[in-house]
């Protein structure tokens, strides 16, 4: 256990749809970190937020949206869902601002599946 | 910009055979590497990691080197286990985690 949680565990939803994904990160880290893990596109960065603050971005779409609360966790925001949404989606957490001494611990994931 | 390659699976091999996972990366900067495992149904856990060149890390029987003048981070095993069936993924930090494509393993009794 990473002390990374994530709810839900699975999602099903339609298509057009929103739905939120939400993280608490590790007791102490500042970081948290949003990943979608799909066949096609294998494990892809989507963004990280530092104590509330967004950090870097990566391949997120304009339709997601993220953001981390006064109380660490973040929750991620998939709105006008495709098809082609459906993946595991990973949040991950770590101490700093993600230097290079910086590890990232993972949660389970949430499975999302658009119908 | 920072990529990563690793030896496309999948891999089978019986118990208490060698195992190595090759991983090779492209990078402006200095990053440090890591390896992450993925057990079925389950999320990703660290590994092992190395943060400069000529760094090894290990971790439940599993090492890799960081070779600067071949910018390669293999995995390796010397008597693999069934429980060590997993998707293996090489990552490096940049400022940013960059994750190569999973490779994945299966021991057979």
């Known amino acids: 256990d990473s002390g990374v949680t994530q709810t839900p565990k699975h999602l099903i939803t339609a298509t057009g749809q929103r739905v939120t994904l939400r993280c608490s990160p590790r007791?102490?880290?500042?970081?948290v970190y949003w990943y979608q893990q799909s066949l096609d596109q294998g494990l892809q960065f989507l963004i990280q937020?530092?104590?509330?603050?967004?950090?870097a971005k990566g391949n997120i779409l304009e339709r997601f949206s993220a953001q981390q609360f006064p109380d660490l966790h973040s929750e991620l925001n998939l709105s006008s869902l495709e098809l082609g949404d459906s993946a595991l989606y990973f949040c991950?957490?770590?101490?700093?601002?993600?230097?290079?001494?910086?590890?990232?611990?993972f949660g389970p994931g949430t499975r999302l599946t658009v119908l | 910009g920072d990529s990563v390659t690793q030896m496309e699976g999948p891999v089978t091999l019986s118990e208490e055979a060698f195992l190595t996972i090759n991983c090779t990366y492209t990078a402006t900067g200095y990053p440090s590497l890591f390896w992450y495992v993925q057990y079925p149904g389950e999320g990703l856990q660290l590994l092992l990691k190395a943060t400069k060149a000529d760094d090894k890390g290990s971790n439940k029987g599993f090492e890799a080197t960081y070779r600067k003048e071949t910018t390669s981070f293999h995995l390796e095993k010397g008597s693999v286990q069934v429980s060590d069936s997993a998707v293996y993924f090489c990552?490096?930090?940049?400022?940013?985690?960059?994750f190569g494509a999973g490779t994945t393993v299966t021991v057979r009794a």
């Open positions: 991950a957490s770590s101490v700093g601002a993600g230097d290079l001494t910086d590890t990232q611990y």
């Open positions: 990552a490096l930090d940049d400022y940013k985690l960059s």
């Open positions: 007791s102490g880290d500042l970081s």
């Open positions: 937020y530092y104590n509330g603050e967004e950090r």
